[in-house]
Structure formats: C-alpha cells, structure tokens
C-alpha cells in the first residue's frame, strides 16, 4: 500500500525536471491557470489541516516562528506571497510548505533542534521552495494535469495505511509532504535557502550541524520513512550540497545569530508534546531524551516528570515499575494536587496484586480530579479491587 502510494507522489514530483522553466519572481502569483488550480487546492487543503486536532495551539510559540520568518524573508517576492509557520504534533521528522508561504513544521523536529539558526536554516529552506516556485514548476511538465489530478485522487483515496494523511493533507500537501522534490529542486532550496539566512545574519554553518546530527538519530534508529530528512542516501547528499557551499560561496561568512537560549525558552512546549507522541508510538529512549531535554529547561516540571513515570511503566522491563514509582513521587512532591501520577501509582500497584494500596491511589485520583475523563475506567479499578478483596 505505503510502496505504490509512494509512486504515485513520485511520478508527480519527478516531473519537476532541470528542464522546468523558472517564472520569474515579480510574475504575478496567479496571472496562470496552473497557478490558479495550485493555489485553490492548497486553501482547501490547509482549511482541513488548521482545523484538525494536530494542530499544536501554541500561541507564544507562532509568534516566535513568525519572527523569524520575517528576519529571512526577501526584499522581493512574489507579489501577493507571505509567510507563516504552522506547527504539527507529529513526531516523526518533517517539514513541508504550501506553495502559498505557509509553512509546517512537525514537533519531531523541533525536538531535535538546538538553536534558532538551525531552525531558521530549515524555514528558509521551506521559504525557498515559495519563492522559486517549486510547484509550479513540477506542475507545468505534467502534459495531461486534469486527467493525472482525477487519477491520483483515486489511487491516494483508496490506501487505506494513509487515510489520516489523505483526510488531513489531500494531494498537494502529501506531495510536499512526504517526498519532497526531485534533487535539483532541493539544491536549489539549500541554495537559495543560505542566501536568506546569511542575509539575515545566521551562523550558516548551524545547517550543516543540524543535518549531522539527525544523520545520526536516522542510523541510529533507522528511521526510513521519506519526510524532509529522508533516508540515508538522500540525507548525504543533501550534506554534501551544503559542505560544499559553506566550503565555497560562504566560506567568509563563519559566525552569526546562533539565540540557543532563546530557541529552547520558546519551543519547550513543543518538545514536552512531543515526547507524549513518541511514547504513543512506543519509542521509548526517544521519548525519555526528549522529556529529559525539556527537564534542562524547566527543572520543576510535574509534567515532565510524570511523563518519564509513563515511560518507565508502559516499557514495563525489569526494575522500570520501581524507576516510575520514584518519578510519579517526583511529579507529587511538586504539586500535590496533579492527578495522573495517582492513577498511575495505582495501576501498577493493581498489576502487582497489592489492591488495597491500588484502591488508594484511585481513589485519590478521584478526589483531586473529580470530572477526568478517566472517571468511570479508574471507577471500575476501584470496584475490581473491591470484588478482589471480597473473593
């Protein structure tokens, strides 16, 4: 299923060829049909996206990004194009703009970055693919456009591994989203991508850093799934594109805004849900390393150590219910009246037979939390513990 919806994308974005015609910058946005058709789709598109639940509503973060965006963008653009970031709870590593300006950028790698520079390098890279007009591009090679658009609805509608994807992003943000463009086009974005940030007074050389060290989470986790990063392969020659750039074209340009301190103040939260999405998928040392960065941040976070209680207790090896135990007490010491970690303590006190103290636990997540959701699940712990007890 993933294989041949894959091939459908690729033969879309193969088509992007070196031989595509680059319009040129002041041509107005929509002086074309097959800018028109773009255009239209993307709205629809990101009208569905914004209003769904992987939307990260964090209001001081899109500020931020907002900020930044404004530092790198152009003099010149394309009239009518403007900018702006979006951030999705996802925690896989990705990024993927709408030929419009607005740009998404996945929690998983913001997780992973350290400083604004890095970050900045990733925007301009998105921004850049807006201003050369990358779509487009692809876009006028394909010969029969209605006929391919019906036929790849269909193909896409009918995956049933990527209704999510399909319901969310539709064909043109999965194009963007999930495999990016031909080389020549992802060149020309790190390209024109490091023109924006040395402008905007970037250590460039934070690129290269931040592709080094995903590099090393993919091989380390053999990560292959084809977002902004990709596999290996394409991750090396993305790097090598840059090394030669830094090693040439900026060569004189060493230093600039790297803001580490600034960057991880604003995306903590992010990083915080994050690490709650990749313990949802069962990756357990990512999500510890990524709660344990937040930690860094904020050292006093009940939260944070609740969610390393979690991690421990669904990893469930040995010694890891006595590790949750500790961080559970940890998230209760520093504020009494969190709920979660209770029912936690009971549900491993339950799975250890010892009910009576399970009971308590519950009982006190109740207590404290009168209205959770949990209410009747947590309810009908109490009452096995009860019926335990008398049997």
């Known amino acids: 299923m993933r294989k041949a919806f894959l091939i459908v994308i690729l033969v879309f974005l193969a088509a992007g060829c070196a031989t595509t015609v680059r ?24 009208k569905s996206l914004n209003a769904s639940v992987v939307i990260l509503q964090d209001k001081n973060l899109e500020d931020y990004l907002d900020q930044i965006v404004q530092k790198l963008q152009p003099e010149e653009l394309p009239p009518g194009m403007s900018f702006k970031v979006v951030v ?24 992973r970055m350290d400083n604004e520079a ?24 394909i010969t029969d456009k209605p006929a391919f658009m019906v ?35 992802e060149s020309e974005a790190d390209t024109v991508g490091l023109d924006y940030m040395v402008l905007a007074g970037y250590d460039s050389y934070e690129v290269l850093r931040l592709f080094e060290h995903l590099k090393r ?86 939260r944070a150590y609740y969610l390393i209680g979690e991690i421990y ?13 500790a961080y559970y007490q940890k998230a209760i010491l520093i504020d009494s009246s969190y709920a979660e970690p209770h029912k936690a303590i009971g549900l491993i006190h339950y ?25 009747a699940y947590i309810q009908g712990y109490i009452k096995k513990c009860v019926n335990d007890r008398e049997g």
């Open 23 to 46: 319009p040129p910058v002041k041509e107005d946005l929509l002086s074309n049909e097959d800018e028109k058709i773009i255009w239209r789709r993307s709205l629809e598109e990101q």
């Open 88 to 111: 999705v709870k996802d925690p896989y590593l990705n990024a993927f703009a709408f030929p419009n300006g607005i740009i998404y950028v996945h929690t998983g790698l913001l997780a």
């Open 118 to 141: 890095q970050l900045a390098g990733l925007l301009a890279h998105e921004m850049a693919h807006c201003t050369q007009r990358h779509t487009l591009r692809a876009l006028r090679s």
């Open 151 to 185: 036929s790849a609805q269909q193909t896409l509608a009918g995956l049933s591994m990527i209704q999510e994807v399909v319901k969310f992003l539709g064909l043109t943000g999965s194009m963007t989203a999930v495999t990016g463009y031909v080389r020549e086009l």
């Open 217 to 302: 989470e993919i091989e380390r986790e053999r990560i292959t799934e084809p977002f902004f990063f990709g596999t290996h392969p394409k991750v090396q020659a993305r790097i090598d594109t840059i090394m030669s750039l830094l090693e040439t074209k900026y060569k004189d340009k060493r230093g600039g805004i790297k803001n580490a301190e600034l960057f991880l103040s604003k995306v903590n939260q992010a990083i915080l849900e994050n690490a709650r999405l990749d313990l949802r998928i069962g990756r357990f040392d990512i999500a510890q390393s990524g709660v344990e960065k937040y930690l860094r941040i904020k050292k006093n976070d009940a």
């Open 313 to 325: 207790r669904q990893r469930g090896e040995e010694h890891d219910y006595d590790k949750a135990l």
């Open 351 to 375: 799975k250890e037979g010892q009910r009576v103290l399970a009971k308590k636990f519950f009982e006190s997540c109740l207590l404290l939390a009168p209205d959770t959701p949990d209410k």
